[in-house]
């Protein structure tokens, strides 16, 4: 039914600002969107993705920037012109209307025939298995069946433009992993320019063609998602993507013989020599050690392609074995550096353990700025 | 550029435009409603050459001596009589109903629907069926023109109220802190005494000041029930008839002040107390 | 038997929120339903209890009986008074609704009246409306009229001073219940409507109007069996010039000393509710609170 690229969009945002009051929401946000494409906005509550949503949607009007759709300013046009759609966090199924009703209700409003209204209904009743629910009332649908009629209430307009409001955080787990799958495929069958907010980090990497990772009314990072977990621009980014955390560990660097050592309070960590062009401007200064739980392993656990590697030393100090992956607290003296290995790994706690690094997937930060250097 | 501009443009005159609308109707409806109170306030304290002079709209010399015949009237003790109604209908009503409230708020039982449904109809009944059957009984049981008898029989026109608030109120207040307390050594009606009711007791107020007004308001049942000892409303209602205006004015005036200082004491909780109680 | 395991403190906590209302039942049926069965008999039944119909007749026939005139008028001011005051209180509703400064302070005085009794704003308006009140006094200063307008002691123009009266003094509570109806509509109702292309009509046609329908109706009910009870206002403004239920009932009651009249005008006002509310009840229920299709 969907016509294919007569439907898609661009979405460009120009120093998008926005306050309420005195306090700031965004601070100059700038993100393109591409035709079809899926884009995430992850962060913690309170950074703005939610407003950056709004704006988009005409909700809300930014205090300075602009909102342009394609090569058409829309900045202070209402939603019902912008030719969107959207997905509300409490999905906003109008209790008085019936399934039918509701999803019915975008098509009525735009004057669409009656025969034509109905086709279009059942399509998309059928692409979210809803039909059999269309006589029903809001009140008598479960939480995820509501959700769907949201969903299908969102496509049925053939929208330029698809906003979803964190559409899957009051569903129960089980059913927000299998809607995940199901809106990801539905995207890609309708290739709806699609704007996504969530702070599920999973959700995030799982279902975005791209991230926008925010923070604090600006946009830290925008990438695939494999950009924003191997190369995080900034200290942020690498914190809030990857469970567990990444450790942070306080680092001086200082020039060897035949390579750069990296000095910290309980370990030193040797670099081969070619890092040395990177980090030249940072000899004798402190910067931040970035490495994952993920990038280490214990003797015995570490895979054979391993090229570059170092290793340090630490006491057991405390273990959750999680079933399929062990995490491994280990004392490295004054810090605590959290390794996640093989399930079927077990150290006791007290043991001393010595952990391989893999030089290759290290991040070294400016303890400034917090950019990432390496 | 000129087209964001244009848009900008027109939308601050329609943003505008709105505001001084909504400006506009907000002071009509504000003045509709406080000038009669303003108008009273003022005649009931002016200078009677001043109030028959058609010319003068508003007077410049004031005068309590209207205020005054009222009370040499009886008014002071009329007064006196109705906050002792009031004050005795919310001890009556809220040691009767605050269980009831508690018990609709945090228990499930058989029958609690129709048992809501039952207070809710009753809250719309009207009490002054009451009144006159009410009276025959009261002069079997001496309670014919006492403060008592009228604030039993006000009890009974408040209760439905109060359990409704009282019952709003603590089921606002969330079960798991008097969990909590009774986890940690109390019993059900400790818990009640030591947590709860601390935390709904700004709001138990204003139920108690919502009470008291729906008292003090209360005429028919009042006048009916006693022949010397009136609450202020019944005493007036019962003046008025052959009074001249000013000691109507001073009627007016007395009977209007306790409900401003209400307002602007509990006005916030007062709204969603009839929120709760007519929905 | 496993019963005999569950201690009986256990056994009797069952019945605690029964003992807990206990004592509101008690209340109610000393106060209101004994009452009420003996307002039957005060109505319908001699000193000796034998059944007569003699107050019945007096409340038709006696001298002065302004029965038929109260009934009229108890019903025609409600119909008079209700449509006006549900329009400018969901107007009202509506347009404190939306943002503006001064929004409680507005809020608080627009629900004055409904800390005052009947009988006070009976003498507000007194004041008003009367020779020398200020609407007189205002209207003749700006040149408008040369004349006061008399509004006392004419039927007509008292039946005015009431419905101003009650319009300024019972709109609040219609206003307080569609206010709390309105506030209760989810904000993003209306966003997702905005979002699917609806206008501010349809807005409000499509999802704010039937959403709020169920206020609306409380509303309406509620208002209409207070109308029913309508007696401070006009007694203070007419007296028995404008007779209503109510008033008659006190006139009974109070100047011909006859309870048995009196409580056959509380038990028509009673009966006269209850039929109303039934009526509203059957005939308004909003179709999608109703469960199970």
Redesign the interface.
Known sequence: MFMGDTYMVDVHLRGVVKRFGKTIALRGIDLDINDGEFVVLLGPSGCGKTTTLRII???EKPTKG?VIFGNR?V??????ERN???V???Y?V????TVYDNIA??LK??KVPKEEIDKRVKWAAELLQISELL??????LSGGQRQRVAVA?AIV?EPQVL?MDEPLSNLDALLRVKMRSEIKKLQRRIKVTTIYVTHDQVEAMTMGDRIAVMSAGKIMQVGTPWEIYNKPANVFVAGFIGSPQMNFIDVTIEEAQDGINLISSDFTIKLPQEYISLLKDYVGKTMILGIRPEHMYPIGYVPASLQKKDKIKGIVDFVEALGSDTIIHLNTGSKIIVVKTSGTYRPKIGEELEIVIDLDKIHLFDKNTEKAII | MSREVLVKKSDIVKYYLRKIIIAGLVAIAVTWVALPFVMTIIYALSDPDQYYDPHIVIPTRYTLEHIHKLIVLGAWNATINSVIVAVLTILFSFAIGLPAGYAFARYAFKGKDSLKLFIVALRMFPMMVIAVPLLVLYFKLGLADTLLGIALAHTAMALPFVILITSGIIAGVPVEYEEAGLVFGLNRIGAFFRITLPLALPGLAAAAIFTFIMSWNEVFIAAVLSFQNRTLPAFILNLIGGATDFIKFAGAFIMVIPALVFVFVAGKYLVRMWGITLK | MPNEEIPTSVKLSKYTPYFLILPTLAYMVFFIGYPLVQGIMLAFFDEKGRFTLENVNYLLYGPGSLFWDALKYTILLAAVIIPIQVSIAFGLALLFNLRFPGKNASLYTVILPLTISDVAAGLIWYVMLGQYGFFNKILMNLGIISHPIIFFRIKDMEFIAIVITEIWRATAIVFIIIYAGLQMISHEYYEAAEVFGATTWQRFRYIVFPLLLPSLQAALIIRTLFAFQIFGVVWTLAGRDIPVLAGEAYYAQTELLRPGVASLYALIIAGLSIAVGALYIKFFKAKYLEAGM
């Open positions: 949607a005409g909700l602009k300013e900045t202070y046009l209402p939603p019902r969107i759609s959207m509300f966090q409490s906003a109008w209790p008085h209307m209700f975008p409003i735009k006589n029903r009332y809001p009140h008598q209430r307009v906003l």
